[in-house]
């Protein structure tokens, strides 16, 4: 069973946060509601799979998927 990790937090910023998630849609989703600004990490184990950047303010923001 594959298993992802999710790290996330402010633009370098130290205080970041490592979760757990069960598939790619629920590290969207996780990702989504605890970032309003900054990055996210999305791992297979070691492997980088995506680096998300919340962009955009207010009514219209956006990941950019890198």
């Known amino acids: 069973m594959?298993?992802?990790?999710?790290?996330?937090?402010?633009?370098?910023?130290a205080a970041r946060h490592s979760l757990d998630v069960p598939d790619l849609p629920t590290a969207l989703v996780v990702a989504d509601i605890n970032l309003d600004q900054g990055r996210a990490e999305i791992r297979e184990g070691e492997r980088l799979l995506a680096t998300l950047e919340k962009q955009g303010r207010n009514a219209a923001p956006y990941w950019r998927v890198s």
């Open 2 to 13: 594959q298993r992802y990790t999710l790290t996330f937090g402010p633009a370098g910023e």
